[in-house]
């Protein structure tokens, strides 16, 4: 959320050329820079309203301009650390069939076998920046689909397991932990429009981060909270029901090896049915995460994990409660790790944190005069937390940035701060600080 | 967020005099004033830490100061639309027992039987301008817990009918729909501090939400949705956890009716065991809801559902979808619904909704210069979305708010601009808007 032109004493990505470069500087001028953090910033349009539109799904999914995330246990495959594979609908067709949306939702619920293992797949958007499919209301864009090929369920292990032999022999492989934190990113960027700066390369981790999401929350909730019982995907991914009946040959007594019943059994009642409920849809944690500053707006909180690398430190964050402003939620947090106490809080930008399925909310603090004593001793989270000068952050932001498992770049002398890099909303928030977002008046809103 | 003195064009309620009358006018000068929405500004330290410290809760449970907030099938026990109704130790004793802390909560998931029915309860926190318990650390206040006695298991459906028959002799009574809407809140008030200004008369709003969310979620969710087992409450009500074993005769063949038995029976696993899952903590649904102001500031979008009175609009709303920034999922909202696409858009402050279980994240959003056609044919959720006059709706904000169910103030004339009453966020956007915070540059960060 800020212009300041110091923001080019640290090192910018090459950015794309705006697409309209006139209105791109005109917005620019009127409102300053939006900071879109790693993870957002998606190419895709959702068309979220066609999800239940299976003859739509059955064109996007056969059509060939359409690409295929492909996940084996949450890992993501790729062709190097920065590049995601994307797959084809050859490859994918001997795990998801023919067409899965060959028949309605409605009858599908109807059909439902909850002993039938049908591999998880979501469709995550148009691509319209590329040539794809156009609907008769005129959307288009290139289909994105996200596939589960993990080989656990017998029906589909023998053909997942060749499939993920063809793409070891193809030379691209499943990507363990967090490599993708080196995904390019349209970082930094203002994105005007729903779509007009769309890149496919450039926001890789934005499409990566929808797919990981759903796959996890599927994952996760394979039965109903309501009620206990095996829940089905529904709305391309983006819902589970769960369904008054099933097929499965389980639950009749005397039948077991009897294959499919003709009729489907009654299901006990739940309370999630005929009704609205939050339990059917995706979840996702909103955490605050915040930069504190003293009173003065001169000196800057962080804070540090026990197992953290030696001198790097970090914002403080933590999950919102029930019932919580953001505000609220900011002062509580701070307070119960540092001990610190907050007046002024103001949201700064937001990111999308797809492990398992956080809502990063930025924010920028000031502390009340008798409130910047650091003590540890409410909820003892934190190893350490003290007050470092604007020009200690700047320095570290400047030298002695990386990712967690990574050396911080040469100029960095062994005992300087250490802080996160550019991908974690932390630098940005501590970045926007040092440029004056609160002793120039930014914050002053 | 907007400290503009045109706010005073509204009316607005009494507030108490601030604690630090120096502190809140040199804060104010520096940062203006923040909006606290209805339902956020609780006076509660919610001491998050000390929720397993079982001889803390014990403590506090049979302390003289203690209130219970009274719910039966999540409706507050109230005195009036304006008054929670605070009960005693003593009024919930036949339904809580003597004690539901006396055990660690390691003992009480080594007996957990699935069939003990345990009514619901929930520490709430420590009102700190009120006398209280001191702990050894030295947190003070008095505490505040929530009882769900709603007479659904036979264990305490006698005692909870007395309760309620004794409730309604002494003329309190259980709040049907949204009447707590008409509950005092500390509206459009910045809390420096924690705790500063509580105030419980003016603070029930917020208590009343973190009560409700909290009963509500753990209402809705008795089941695991990693594995279908049920779970059991822990954490003084902020974590339902899947225990490995179970007491219940049910589960033990050729023993039902035999009682308890002398040694549980293992559970099947579950992936929630051993790790920390968001499964086992309650959720919160963030939701944009957003002013959008034409290109050149002078118009506001408004929409209405079909169900509204007739002349009533407000701002547009939607669940935030997984992985995507706020920003975005406030763009993408909007296209949807109206057709229209926004280029910057700034969070402005944010709303507890306990209607289950929401977060409003509320923001200003500027169309971009040919983005400002209405089309309502890509989602079609709304009746109608249209551009209004800031007069039209400086106007309407003036003469035509009120409540859903209730009629407009007396100024306003048939056939006028309707919109929701101030303690919807919705309003608070809108009367930034209409006060500057676009058009005065406040927007500009």
Redesign the interface.
């Known amino acids: 959320?800020?212009s300041n032109s110091e923001d080019k004493r640290l090192p910018q990505p090459e950015l794309p050329e705006p697409a309209h470069p006139d209105?791109d500087s005109m917005?620019s001028r009127?409102?300053?820079k939006?900071v879109?953090?790693y993870?957002?910033?998606?190419p895709l349009n959702?068309v979220?309203?066609l999800r239940q539109d299976h003859p739509f799904l059955s064109h996007a999914l056969t059509h060939h301009t359409t690409t295929f995330l492909i996940f084996n246990k949450l890992e993501p495959l790729v062709e190097s650390p920065t590049k995601l594979h994307y797959a084809t609908y050859a490859d994918v067709k001997p795990i998801i069939g023919d067409d899965p949306y060959s028949k309605s939702e409605e009858d599908l619920v109807k059909e439902y076998n909850s002993t039938t293992y049908i591999p998880q797949m979501i469709f995550l958007g148009l691509h319209e920046d590329k040539d794809g499919v156009t609907t008769k209301?005129g959307y288009k864009g290139a289909p994105f689909f996200a596939v589960d090929v993990t080989p656990k369920h017998e029906s589909i292990k023998e053909a997942a397991e060749a499939l993920i032999k063809s793409f070891e022999d193809k030379g691209v492989h499943f990507s363990k932990g967090r490599l993708h934190m080196a995904l390019p990113a349209e970082e930094g960027e203002?994105?005007?429009?729903?779509f007009q700066y769309g890149n496919s390369d450039s926001s890789a981790a934005?499409i990566y981060?929808?797919a990981?999401?759903?796959l996890d929350?599927n994952a996760?909730?394979?039965?109903?909270?309501?009620?206990?019982?095996?829940t089905f995907s529904v709305n391309a991914g983006?819902k589970r029901t769960c369904p008054p009946t099933d097929f499965s040959q389980l639950l009749a007594s005397g039948t077991q090896g009897a294959g499919v019943p003709e009729k489907p059994f009654d299901r006990p009642s739940c309370?999630t049915r005929g009704v609205i409920?939050?339990?059917q849809?995706?979840?996702?944690?909103?955490t605050v995460i915040m930069a504190c500053v003293s009173h003065d707006g001169q000196r800057i909180l962080l804070g540090r994990q026990r197992r953290w690398p030696a001198h790097w430190y970090s914002t403080l964050a933590g999950?919102?409660?029930?019932?919580?402003?953001?505000?609220?939620a900011v002062?509580?947090e701070v307070?119960?790790e540092s001990g610190i106490?907050l007046?002024?809080?103001?949201?700064h930008?937001?990111?999308?944190w797809?492990y398992?399925?956080n809502?990063m909310?930025g924010a920028i603090g000031?502390a009340?005069?008798d409130?910047e004593v650091v003590d540890l001793?409410?909820?003892p989270e934190l190893e350490d937390a003290k007050w470092f000068s604007l020009d200690e952050v700047r320095e570290a932001l400047r030298v002695g940035t990386s990712g967690l498992g990574e050396r911080p770049g040469p100029e960095w002398r062994e005992g300087g701060l250490r802080l996160p890099p550019r991908t974690a909303i932390a630098n940005q928030l501590l970045t926007s600080v040092v440029n004056g977002f609160v002793s120039a008046g930014?914050?002053?809103?």
Chains 1, 2 share one sequence.
Not at 39 to 42: L, N, P, R
Not at 220 to 230: A, L, S
Not at 343 to 347: E, I, L, S, Y
Request: charged letters at 25%.
């Open positions: 959320m800020t209105l917005l009127k409102f300053g939006e879109a953090n993870f957002s910033g998606s959702r979220s309203f209301k203002l994105r005007h429009f729903l934005a981060a929808e990981r999401h759903l929350w996760r909730n394979p039965f109903c909270g309501g009620c206990g019982q095996p983006f309370p409920s939050n339990l849809f995706p979840r996702t944690d909103p999950f919102l409660e029930p019932a919580e402003s953001v505000e609220e002062r509580r307070w119960e106490k007046g002024r809080v103001v949201v930008s937001t990111q999308p797809p398992p399925a809502l909310i000031q009340t005069p409130g001793g409410n909820d930014v914050m002053k809103i």
